[in-house]
């Protein structure tokens, strides 16, 4: 997931899957980021059926060509 003020990408295997646009807000949520969950609000969070391989964070957003070569870089440690 890559995100500006303007719009999230949300890339699948190295490959943008999804492009949405948003307004510029900003997220001052004090709520716990739950990883692998989805649903409304911390209580109401249901549990991914799965696993998540990998996770990391970077400061600012990644292009395109930045996520395909991190993609690039690790996809043979989960066999592609």
């Known amino acids: 997931i890559s995100s500006d003020l ?3 990408k949300f890339y699948i295997n190295g490959s943008l899957e999804v492009q949405g646009e948003h307004g ?3 997220i001052n949520d004090t709520e716990e980021l ?4 989805y649903g409304a609000g911390v ?5 991914l059926i799965g696993g998540i391989s990998e996770i990391a964070v ?4 990644l292009g395109s060509s930045s996520v395909s070569t991190i993609f690039d870089n690790t996809k043979s440690r989960f066999g592609y």
């Open 43 to 47: 209580g109401n969070a249901t549990a």
């Open 6 to 8: 303007n719009s999230t």
């Open 34 to 37: 739950l990883l692998g969950n």
């Open 58 to 61: 970077y400061e600012g957003e």
């Open 24 to 26: 510029t807000d900003t």
